[in-house]
């Protein structure tokens, strides 16, 4: 039996624009995905999860547009392995909020299968690309950015092709949920189909030029001056479509309420927002006297691991 755990995610700048090619910034956060994998008798495949309490059973080569599914197989064919396999999932992470839930679950349940069956951990890089694979099933043209920062942890610099780290020291984050369960396929759809606009191209390429002015502060050590970029980057998303009503009254409530910068992390149209505070604890106090439910994350975690 294999544990294997990986942080869900805020997506600092980049959001949709990294589907394109433009930069992004990515963070791991201290909630977390575990997945624990163990042989089974004959052929198939048995995930459970304990927080929704769905179970799915199939053959383990069933083909099947389930990412866990996916997930298990891509373990399974790394780890060159016909065994069954039974999968329990435990989530820290909000599910359909924009914080990495389903690339997490991925990047967790290849850990603990591949590691299964192989004997030893994948390197995060391949386990990176595994779990980048099983997320082109749940996702319309991924960027790639959620299943490498679940893998690699930390603070990342992403361009498709290219990743750095951040040297950055852990931040606090108050985040915001709107009520509202958002649908990321949905949401890049909604992009995609208007991508040929130019005020949209213009767009794209404004929230990449905004990750290579927050890298730069973050190079330098001030991250007070993230705030500022985050209430740009947020302008340019509502340009793009992908804000909704819930969103906007969050973020004037943050606003209101002292925030440095707020946010939509992820693909927008619902899920969250972020928040930049100096007094994380009295915003997340004014979230929830206006009814949102708040709370505070910490950045630049582990990734992917076996516990």
Request: aromatic share 4%; charged share 25%; net charge neutral.
């Given at each position: ?88 999932i435990n989530s820290q992470i909000p599910i359909g909020a ?210």
């Amino acid at each position: 039996m294999i544990r294997a755990s990986a942080p869900g995610k805020l997506i600092l700048f980049g959001d949709h624009a990294v589907v394109y090619g433009e930069p992004g910034i990515a963070t791991a956060i201290n909630k977390r995905v575990y997945s624990t994998a163990c042989e089974l008798e004959g052929r198939k495949i048995i995930i459970e999860s304990k927080d929704t309490g769905e179970t799915i059973e199939c053959g383990i080569r069933d083909k099947s547009k389930n990412p866990i599914v996916a997930a298990v197989q891509e373990a399974q064919k790394f780890s060159k392995s016909r065994s069954g396999v039974g999968v329990e999932i435990n989530s820290q992470i909000p599910i359909g909020a924009g914080l990495g839930s389903s690339a997490a679950v991925a990047t967790a349940t290849i850990a603990s299968v591949a590691t299964l069956f192989n004997g030893k951990e994948p390197s995060t890089m391949e386990i990176a690309e595994m779990a980048y694979k099983a997320d082109k099933l749940a996702h319309e043209s991924p960027s790639g950015i959620d299943t490498a920062i679940t893998s690699l942890g930390g603070t990342i610099f992403f361009k498709k092709g290219n990743i750095s780290q951040l040297d950055s020291d852990p931040l606090t984050f108050v985040v915001a949920n709107s009520g509202v369960r958002r649908n990321t396929s949905d949401m890049v759809l909604r992009v995609k189909n208007s991508i040929m606009d130019p005020r949209v191209a213009l767009s794209m390429f404004s929230i990449g030029s905004l990750a290579k002015e927050a890298r730069t502060v973050f190079m330098n050590k001030r991250p007070v001056d993230l705030g500022p970029l985050m209430d740009r980057g947020q302008s340019l998303l509502k340009d793009l479509g992908v804000s909704s009503t819930a969103i906007e009254d969050l973020v004037k409530l943050a606003k209101d309420s002292g925030a440095i910068g707020s946010k939509i992390t992820g693909a927008g149209g619902g899920g969250c927002i972020i928040s930049l505070s100096d007094d994380p604890e009295d915003l997340i106090k004014a979230f929830k006297e206006n009814g949102a439910f708040a709370y505070s994350v910490r950045t630049n975690q582990p990734g992917v691991r076996i516990e």
